[in-house]
């Protein structure tokens, strides 16, 4: 007669979280998308060795931009895996206690994406991560999975779909049917490196040295895929490496453009290496359907036209590619048979 008091073991998982190396994404089941912040930490370092976190996210990324000096940011994750467990754990333990992420009838089950063909001592990681920030059970995927089902592909079908996460810290270049990955190729290309090579672009022809964030943003402001193309410019401000003082030059998109295009012309041949070790039915799948882009770098400028050019197939960037990921981890919440299906072995 009190069996309305025992809580009902739920189908499916409760929340899904994209530790991603630029952002970490958290969705619950039937809220959407609730956190979606750098995945950043600021601390002072008190002494040799240990480190006071002051600000973790979004708040981490202001106070580093606006005390530089005594303040260090510090991303807990590299290439997509965890890198510094205990920084991780304290991220995620914050992220999970804001408002609406907690149950109070249980602790959550929570599903966790990783890049494909992470080690096994990587994917321990992130279930230890997962349970000490409160989890009841943690349950890994492949992170082209849930973007390709963020991205509206029908990935349950028998017929061949491409996907390609440019994500923070990796592409993958993802061939899906019967809700299997088929073929992938990453490549540690993403965000960050593309920032990297803004910054050593800039030291080199420019003899200006700028900071990642300031990469980050003309890469965002006037990035593109295509550098001879609609050139537009704006102004940087950085610190001569002459002189040792503050100079502010204009920078072209071309500029910008050419500074990433090494790293563009590794995700193009990524692209062409799946192609050829995709079997050649779901080719034919691909040549009809196209390919879709997200992520982040999705979003550089005339990516999807340059891709096209090249691979001479159609390409189309996912609604939102930047929630893609974590939208398809929601729908996966909901769908305990399609979570059984694509949940990593440990």
Same mark, same amino acid.
């Given at each position: 007669?009190?069996?309305?008091?025992?809580?009902?073991?739920?189908?499916?998982?409760?929340?899904?979280?994209?530790?991603?190396?630029?952002?970490?994404?958290?969705?619950?089941?039937?809220?959407?998308?609730?956190?979606?912040?750098?995945?950043?930490?600021?601390?002072?370092?008190?002494?040799?060795?240990?480190?006071?976190?002051?600000?973790?996210?979004?708040?981490?990324?202001?106070?580093?931009?606006?005390?530089?000096?005594?303040?260090?940011?510090?991303?807990?994750?590299?290439?997509?895996?965890?890198?510094?467990?205990?920084?991780?754990?304290?991220?995620?333990?914050?992220?999970?206690?804001?408002?609406?992420?907690?149950?109070?009838?249980?602790?959550?089950?929570?599903?966790?994406?990783?890049?494909?063909?992470?080690?096994?001592?990587?994917?321990?990681?992130?279930?230890?991560?997962?349970?000490?920030?409160?989890?009841?059970?943690?349950?890994? +995927?492949? $992170?082209?999975?849930?973007? @390709?089902? !963020?991205?509206?592909? /029908?990935? *349950? &079908?028998? #017929?061949?779909?491409?996907?390609?996460?440019?994500?923070?810290?990796?592409?993958?270049?993802?061939?899906?049917?019967?809700?299997?990955?088929?073929?992938?190729?990453?490549?540690?290309?993403?965000?960050?490196?593309?920032?990297?090579?803004?910054?050593?672009?800039?030291?080199?022809?420019?003899?200006?040295?700028?900071?990642?964030? +300031?990469? $980050?943003?003309?890469?965002? @402001?006037? !990035?593109?895929?295509? /550098?001879? *193309? &609609?050139? #537009?410019?704006?102004?940087?401000?950085?610190?001569?490496?002459?002189?040792?003082?503050?100079?502010?030059?204009?920078?072209?998109?071309?500029?910008?453009?050419?500074?990433?295009?090494?790293?563009?012309?590794?995700?193009?041949?990524?692209?062409?290496?799946?192609?050829?070790?995709?079997?050649?039915?779901?080719?034919?799948?691909?040549?009809? $359907?196209?390919?879709?882009? @997200?992520? !982040?770098?999705?979003?550089?400028?005339?990516?999807?036209?340059?891709?096209?050019?090249?691979?001479?197939?159609?390409?189309?960037?996912?609604?939102?590619?930047?929630?893609?990921?974590?939208?398809?981890?929601?729908?996966?919440?909901?769908?305990?048979?399609?979570?059984?299906?694509?949940?990593?072995?440990?």
């Amino acid at each position: 007669m009190f069996s309305f008091f025992k809580a009902e073991e739920p189908s499916g998982a409760d929340i899904y979280v994209d530790l991603g190396t630029a952002n970490t994404l958290i969705a619950a089941r039937g809220k959407g998308v609730i956190i979606n912040e750098p995945t950043v930490i600021a601390y002072n370092e008190v002494s040799p060795g240990k480190r006071k976190v002051v600000a973790v996210g979004q708040e981490a990324k202001d106070t580093v931009a606006r005390t530089p000096g005594s303040i260090m940011a510090y991303r807990p994750l590299k290439d997509g895996v965890i890198a510094d467990f205990e920084t991780t754990e304290t991220m995620l333990r914050f992220f999970m206690n804001q408002p609406g992420m907690k149950s109070f009838w249980r602790k959550p089950r929570i599903v966790i994406s990783l890049p494909y063909g992470v080690t096994d001592v990587e994917k321990r990681a992130a279930i230890d991560a997962g349970k000490s920030a409160g989890a009841k059970d943690v349950i890994l +995927v492949d $992170e082209p999975m849930c973007a @390709a089902l !963020g991205a509206g592909l /029908p990935i *349950k &079908d028998p #017929k061949g779909s491409m996907i390609i996460d440019i994500g923070g810290g990796t592409t993958e270049v993802a061939v899906i049917a019967l809700a299997d990955i088929v073929y992938c190729q990453a490549v540690r290309v993403g965000g960050h490196r593309l920032d990297q090579a803004i910054v050593d672009y800039m030291k080199k022809k420019k003899n200006l040295i700028i900071s990642e964030f +300031v990469a $980050e943003e003309l890469k965002v @402001a006037i !990035g593109t895929a295509c /550098p001879k *193309k &609609d050139i #537009k410019s704006m102004n940087v401000t950085g610190r001569d490496v002459d002189s040792g003082l503050n100079r502010t030059i204009e920078i072209t998109s071309e500029d910008i453009g050419n500074a990433m295009d090494d790293s563009i012309k590794e995700i193009i041949n990524a692209i062409h290496a799946a192609l050829e070790k995709t079997p050649p039915e779901l080719v034919s799948d691909i040549i009809e $359907e196209g390919i879709v882009l @997200a992520g !982040g770098g999705a979003l550089i400028r005339d990516l999807d036209i340059r891709l096209e050019n090249e691979i001479r197939l159609p390409v189309r960037i996912a609604e939102s590619p930047l929630l893609a990921i974590a939208r398809g981890g929601e729908k996966a919440l909901s769908d305990p048979d399609l979570l059984e299906k694509i949940r990593l072995e440990v």
